[in-house]
């Protein structure tokens, strides 16, 4: 059986201070803040970080919610 995905393309989140906490040192993460709260919140065969901003969702309202976190 094929399942549908539902695909999210998303930007990478600003980088963060880094740890001066002056702005001078930012701690570049790429999309892993958003792959940390798609685990908490979704269980791992419902979801899919594709790479480079492009995740999946096998529910299209986890897409939604997303996007809306994310977008």
């Excluded at 995905?5 to 958003?34: E, L, N």
């Excluded at 709260?37 to 999946?56: A, L």
Aim: aromatic share 18%.
């Amino acid at each position: 059986m094929t399942r549908d995905w539902h695909i999210a393309s998303v930007r990478q989140p600003d980088p963060m201070p880094g740890p001066d906490f002056r702005g001078w040192t930012v701690s570049y993460q790429g999309w892993k803040p958003c792959s940390n709260w798609c685990e908490e919140r979704f269980t791992p065969d419902v979801w899919q970080y594709e790479g480079e901003g492009i995740f999946k969702f096998m529910n299209e309202a986890d897409r939604t919610l997303f996007l809306l976190r994310w977008s």
